[in-house]
């Protein structure tokens, strides 16, 4: 397996709602990251965990929450949203533990905040 | 500090021709550079990446990117597009120490037929 993987595709949330996003991978990459990326703009680093352990929350407000069960899988726990967080998350998984290396991106799950 | 820019953030080329997407970093070590490249509602695939052993750097796809120290440049060539390159490619940036990764804006290339 050789992919990153998540779901779901799509998710419409209300202001009010909890919802979860998944990312996995099966490649034995040792951290993975999860990015913001708005229309028409880049990726915005969120989160990086290597060896299951947080090593970066480029200060990411506590209404995202991130968990790493395992090695290879990761979750973004979303709670009160607002409608700007509308936006493409990624994740993403990397082979070593350092931010130097490549990135294997999965292809986003589109969030809409209503 | 550290950054990345991308000249010309819309490119059009007819198919066939040269492409060229220019990158400049500033960063005052040598840093680790990348291209990736996003097309349509996808996540974002590496193109290429720099990481001090050659300068001329060969991907995937056909694209080279050449390391120039001197122009603090890492810009991204193809002799000759096609039509599937249509997509939006970003230049990204890393120190080999610390924990800072940095996109560019990103480049929107189309392909004329």
């Given at each position: 397996?050789?992919?990153?993987?998540q779901t779901p595709k799509h998710l419409v949330m209300g202001m009010t709602n909890k919802k979860s996003l998944k990312c996995?991978?099966?490649?034995?990459?040792?951290?993975?990251?999860w990015?913001k990326?708005?229309?028409?703009?880049?990726?915005?680093?969120?989160?990086?965990?290597?060896?299951?352990?947080?090593?970066?929350?480029?200060?990411?407000?506590?209404r995202f929450s991130p968990e790493?069960?395992?090695?290879?899988?990761l979750n973004l726990h979303l709670h009160a949203l607002q409608p700007?967080d509308s936006a493409?998350y990624?994740c993403?998984?990397?082979?070593?533990?350092?931010?130097?290396?490549?990135?294997?991106?999965?292809?986003?799950t589109r969030l809409l905040v209503l | 500090?550290?950054?990345?820019?991308?000249?010309?953030?819309?490119?059009?080329?007819?198919?066939?021709?040269?492409?060229?997407?220019?990158?400049?970093?500033?960063?005052?070590?040598?840093?680790?550079?990348?291209?990736?490249?996003?097309?349509?509602?996808?996540?974002?695939?590496?193109?290429?990446?720099?990481?001090?052993?050659?300068?001329?750097?060969?991907?995937?796809?056909?694209?080279?990117?050449?390391?120039?120290?001197?122009?603090?440049?890492?810009?991204?060539?193809?002799?000759?597009?096609?039509?599937?390159?249509?997509?939006?490619?970003?230049?990204?940036?890393?120190?080999?120490?610390?924990?800072?990764?940095?996109?560019?804006?990103?480049?929107?290339?189309?392909?004329?037929?």
């Amino acid at each position: 397996d050789t992919e990153v993987t998540q779901t779901p595709k799509h998710l419409v949330m209300g202001m009010t709602n909890k919802k979860s996003l998944k990312c996995e991978q099966h490649m034995g990459h040792r951290a993975m990251y999860w990015y913001k990326q708005k229309a028409k703009k880049p990726p915005e680093l969120m989160f990086v965990y290597s060896y299951e352990k947080l090593s970066i929350n480029e200060s990411v407000p506590s209404r995202f929450s991130p968990e790493c069960p395992n090695s290879s899988l990761l979750n973004l726990h979303l709670h009160a949203l607002q409608p700007e967080d509308s936006a493409l998350y990624l994740c993403a998984s990397s082979p070593g533990a350092t931010i130097q290396e490549t990135q294997y991106f999965g292809p986003g799950t589109r969030l809409l905040v209503l | 500090a550290q950054s990345v820019t991308q000249l010309g953030s819309h490119v059009s080329v007819s198919e066939g021709a040269l492409v060229l997407l220019r990158c400049n970093y500033s960063s005052s070590v040598p840093p680790y550079l990348f291209w990736y490249v996003q097309y349509p509602n996808q996540g974002l695939q590496l193109l290429l990446k720099y990481t001090s052993a050659a300068t001329l750097v060969k991907g995937i796809n056909g694209f080279e990117a050449e390391f120039k120290k001197s122009e603090t440049s890492f810009h991204l060539t193809k002799p000759s597009a096609h039509m599937s390159d249509a997509a939006e490619y970003f230049c990204a940036v890393s120190l080999n120490t610390g924990n800072q990764f940095y996109f560019g804006t990103g480049t929107s290339l189309t392909v004329i037929p």
